[in-house]
């Protein structure tokens, strides 16, 4: 029923990508039927939850709206990229502030989220995050740890430390 | 106090109190919490995080099909014919199933099994499941079910409940398992003189309330996975809520005996209730898997999603409440009509629920309810957090705030006089141990500023208050046996981890990370030592699931009693090697140490070492089940009791633009009185998450069917249902209420649907007190509050009615 495949060439997190996939996939099919990029999620498909967020050349994009065609020779970014190495400040603050509760829109969130960040490289107030974030649904949190996450890594980052702004009473492990 | 309760009172001091001359003593060495009531990084989070975690949809095996349902179009029909012939003479077609393939019924609730897995003989709404494919492909599945011809005998379909409930046509029954027409469920009970109560009352406030439904809109659509390996083992990784129920229904409509069967719940993308059945697709895919020989997965689609439902119930209410002239209650009596959809779910406990669980935290003389629940051709509705008690708590904290006005009384002070309190029994004869409800009033009295700000506030900026209770579990099973209603297994090995086996659902709420917190209490290492495994059916004890805010009291308390025997254990080949009495012996910060001389210690390894090397294996299983003395008795005097409950206040802060009728609101204050915080910010953000769920329905979100449409959703998209996004959400202030209960495991209660419940009235109430209209119906949507406005200016226009307050004038009213 696929029809015949295409050939996408592209950059996916920094590495060179060939991969073969029916013209009409989307980029969001590709990512996870075809590379295993299990960390964008699908939530509706058409564009309303943000759980599919990737960067397309540093930008937020719906993965679930792109076809996969439109990000030849473009450079993909998903949050298995900000998982890598060093725990990045986004995550360890959202760890902090279980700012995930489920998780599942979490992934979506962090890439726009970074999107913000970076493009700032200054502390954001929480209604400048909102905004930023207002594409991204969540029906677990209420939304206020995920702010609370989003301001606090935005002022880590802007320290330029990259290190954790102090952990939760207790100590973070326990 | 329950095994394993520890007294709130106890001292540091007591740390290696010189026991050696008491015999035996019940409790190890007491400390400060090291871990309990502290700020926790979940045990899974990062993982989720970095897009590790490998939820039901991101599962993938060789040879995997892949399976889509075909869907009645229509509300109400007969199914004269299934011809599946030419979808399955299709390339790439593996199998088709029909309700021919499911002709047991099931249903959550053993009483009412009234739905097939597909539609037998007729579809009972638009969305019902009618035929299922496994291709290839989606593409492929898609495209053969389109291949099927269904020959439909369309008939009158009902989307009003009383119209339903009037049909006596019995080829109009809709649900086709009923013996009672179009009544789903009826319950009526009376404690005390409702009618002479409410005759001798100086106050009687009447009011008629409609809830409109809603639906959990959980980010994860419904998913599951079936594997038939060669033994004959069925596997079913499911998107559930409810495992282990799941496990029985699968048993049960596939014939199969429950040891062929395994149920495994992968991490889960948010459930709400809205994942606390079985549904179509988990039988679908085991019973194609079972045909093909090969694995099948089934995604629902948003729109299936949404037609699956089991969301909140619409119900109509008509209150009349009793006050005297003090403002204390009299009487209630409510009367409620449920529109339950086409299929029972939990409807028989939401009907009792509807009235069950409204008697507390006002204390009743009398009360008295008649519940309805009527099928119509609509998604069947079911739990939603809060489940069946969210409805009726809108009525009655609107009816207080009215009582409030009409006797001229503080609404927060109302409601502070009619507070049940502690250790009492409830007028539907429930008992009823911790209650922080005054608590919550008055840290939310505070920071609000309610008493300065409110008397100060003009026209248009209002401050409303409403309060609530929750249960923590209920006190009987679904399905009725003596076996234990949690249990869990935690073994120690000797790198000095730990592993705990719950087969409790962690759907997001955080359940692995509470079972880890006490584990880390009672054995002293930290949550990176420990590995929780949960929700399989093949290697944990079974948990009845992840409903009715049961986890953190019952489960719990199950692993608590472990944990605490391995404690002993462990202590006790600490204390030999020391020769000291165990009770010297502390566990904390991944050492023992030795609590009359701290330079004293090991690790934890260590530890873990000399108890094995004295006990072999260090396993240990602890058990929970209620206590029975809690509930009435009549009959359905279990239904609604709980161990334990716990208590809210919420207190909202909106402006009206009386122009335009829209409605922000611009923070919630919410005190929760959870017993015991084990976990301080995974409570909060259950309460910031309740308390913007609640928020949504009060202001935006409406599941409903179009009737002038046959029944189809009125929008079925994440964009046409209109959850409140990072923008529309108010500032929550969530605050933390102690009152611990002796049932709980360090006295914990719930904290996962309790603070729903107030948000709305609270916010009803609010809306009053910026401009003085009552809006006794949700969502409070823009053209509802302009309608209101207009008729509350009418009526000041005709010297009904003073001006509300003053400020600025209301524009555009009376014309």
């Known amino acids: 029923m696929s029809g015949a495949a295409a050939l996408l060439t592209l950059r996916v997190n920094g590495d060179p990508v060939e991969v073969a996939a029916p013209p009409h996939w989307t980029l969001l099919e590709v990512l996870r039927y075809r590379l295993d990029l299990i960390g964008s999620k699908q939530g509706c498909d058409k564009g309303d939850c943000g759980a599919c967020t990737v960067q397309i050349d540093g930008v937020p994009a719906l993965a679930c709206l792109t076809l996969a065609i439109n990000a030849q020779g473009r450079s993909v970014t998903t949050v298995e990229a900000l998982g890598q190495g060093p725990v990045h400040p986004l995550l360890d603050a959202f760890d902090r502030h279980n700012a995930a509760q489920c998780g599942f829109c979490t992934p979506g969130i962090l890439m726009a989220a970074e999107a913000l960040l970076r493009e700032r490289r200054a502390p954001v107030s929480r209604s400048e995050a909102a905004t930023a974030l207002a594409g991204n649904l969540c029906r677990c949190t209420g939304y206020t740890k995920i702010l609370d996450a989003v301001v606090d890594a935005s002022e880590v980052l802007s320290r330029g430390t990259g290190a954790t702004a102090g952990e939760p009473e207790g100590g973070a492990h326990g | ?815």
Not at chain 2, 135 to 153: L, S
Not at chain 2, 176 to 200: A, M, T
Request: aromatic fraction near 8%.
């Open chain 2, 1 to 815: 106090m329950a095994d394993g309760a520890r007294d709130p009172s106890d001292s540091p001091e007591e740390v290696g109190g010189e026991p050696c001359d008491l015999p035996e003593a019940p409790e190890e060495a007491r400390r400060e919490p090291w871990v309990l009531g502290k700020i926790h990084r979940k045990v899974d989070a990062m993982e989720r995080m970095r897009g590790i975690t490998r939820y039901t949809d991101d599962l993938k095996l060789p040879g995997m099909l892949h399976a889509r349902i075909l869907r009645s179009p229509h509300a109400h029909a007969k199914i004269l014919g299934i011809d599946a012939s030419a979808a399955l003479a299709m390339p790439g077609v593996f199998g088709v199933v029909t309700g021919q393939d499911f002709k047991i019924p099931y249903g959550i609730i053993p009483w009412t099994p009234d739905e097939n897995a597909l539609a037998v003989d007729k579809v009972c709404h638009v969305g019902d499941g009618v035929a299922c494919v496994a291709a290839v492909d989606e593409d492929t599945a898609i495209a053969a079910c389109r291949a099927i011809k269904v020959e439909y005998e369309p008939l009158r379909a009902f989307f009003d409940p009383e119209e339903a409930l009037k049909s006596r046509d019995k080829a109009l029954t809709i649900n086709p398992y009923s013996r009672k027409g179009n009544l789903s469920k009826h319950v009526r009970l009376e404690f005390g003189d409702v009618d002479g109560l409410l005759d001798g009352s100086d106050v009687v406030i009447e009011g008629e309330y409609f809830f409109e439904g809603t639906t959990h809109g959980a980010i994860e659509p419904h998913c599951a996975v079936a594997l038939v390996e060669p033994n004959g083992i069925l596997t079913v990784w499911s998107a559930t809520q409810v495992s282990h129920y799941l496990h029985r229904e699968l048993a049960k409509v596939l014939q199969l005996p429950p040891h062929r069967i395994r149920v495994i719940q992968p991490p889960l993308g948010g459930a709400f209730g809205g994942k606390s059945e079985p549904f179509d697709l988990e039988f679908c895919v085991a019973k194609l898997a079972l045909q093909t020989g090969r694995p099948v997965k089934l995604l629902y689609t948003r729109e299936e999603v949404f037609y699956s439902h089991r969301g909140r119930h619409p119900m109509k209410m008509r209150y009349r409440t009793g006050f005297r002239r003090d403002g204390t209650i009299t009487a209630v009596d409510a009367k409620t009509i449920l529109d339950g959809g086409a299929y029972s779910s939990f409807g028989l406990v939401t009907t009792y629920y509807s009235g069950q669980l409204l008697c507390a935290p006002y204390n009743f003389q009398a009360y008295r309810f008649d519940s309805t629940r009527a099928y119509t051709n609509k998604p069947a509705c079911g739990p939603k957090r809060g489940h069946g008690s969210v409805q009726p708590r809108f009525a009655i904290e609107i009816q207080l705030d009215k009582a409030a006005v009409a006797l001229g009384i503080d609404p927060i002070e109302l409601r502070r006089q009619n507070d049940i309190g502690p250790g009492t029994r409830t007028v539907n004869e429930f008992k009823v141990g911790s209650n922080g409800f005054q608590e919550c009033l008055t840290r939310v009295e505070d920071a609000s500023g309610w008493k300065t700000r409110r008397p100060a506030l003009p026209y248009g900026q209002g401050l409303g208050i409403a309060g609530s209770t929750y249960i923590s579990g209920t006190n009987y099973p679904i399905y009725p046996n003596e076996m234990p209603q949690a249990a869990v297994q935690i073994c120690l090995d000797r790198s000095g981890r730990a592993r705990i086996f719950s087969g409790a659902n962690d759907i997001g709420q955080g359940s692995n990370t509470m079972l880890a917190v006490i584990v880390a209490e009672e054995l002293g290492i930290p949550l990176d030592d420990i590995r929780v495994l949960s929700a399989d059916t093949d290697l944990c004890p079974v948990d009845l699931g992840a409903y009715s805010s049961r986890i953190t009291l019952m489960v719990g308390n199950a692993c608590l009693e472990a944990a605490q025997r391995l404690r002993r254990k462990v202590c006790e080949s600490v204390a030999r090697r020391w020769q000291v009495p165990r009770r010297r012996v502390v566990l904390a910060g991944r050492m023992a140490i030795d609590g009359q001389d701290p330079d004293r210690h090991v690790s934890s390894a260590q530890a873990f070492q000399w108890a094995e090397a004295d006990h072999g294996l260090l396993g240990e299983v602890g058990s929970y089940n209620t206590p029975k003395d809690r509930h009435g008795d009549y009959r359905g005097g279990t239904i609604g009791a709980s161990p334990a409950y716990s208590f809210t206040a919420h207190l909202a802060e909106v402006e009206v633009d009386a122009e335009t009728g829209v409605v922000v609101v611009k923070k919630i204050w919410v005190a929760h009185d959870c017993g015991k915080a084990l976990s301080r910010r995974i409570v909060e953000g259950q309460i910031e998450g309740s308390t913007y769920m609640g928020f949504g329905e009060a202001l935006m979100e409406e599941h409903v069917v179009d009737p002038a449409h046959g029944g189809v959703h009125a929008g079925p998209s994440l964009l046409d249902y209109r959850m409140p996004t990072f923008t529309d959400t108010p500032e929550i202030a969530a605050m933390i209420v102690e009152a611990g209960d002796e049932n709980g495991p360090y006295g914990a209660k719930e904290a996962g649907e309790g603070p729903l419940h107030s948000s709305i009235p609270a916010i009803a109430n609010a809306i009053y007190d910026a401009v003085g209209i009552r809006l006794d119906r949700i969502p409070f949507s823009p053209p509802r509050v302009l309608a209101a406005l207009r008729e509350r200016a009418a009526r000041e226009a005709r010297g009904e009615l003073p001006p509300h307050k003053p400020g600025p004038a209301p524009q555009g009213g009376a014309a």
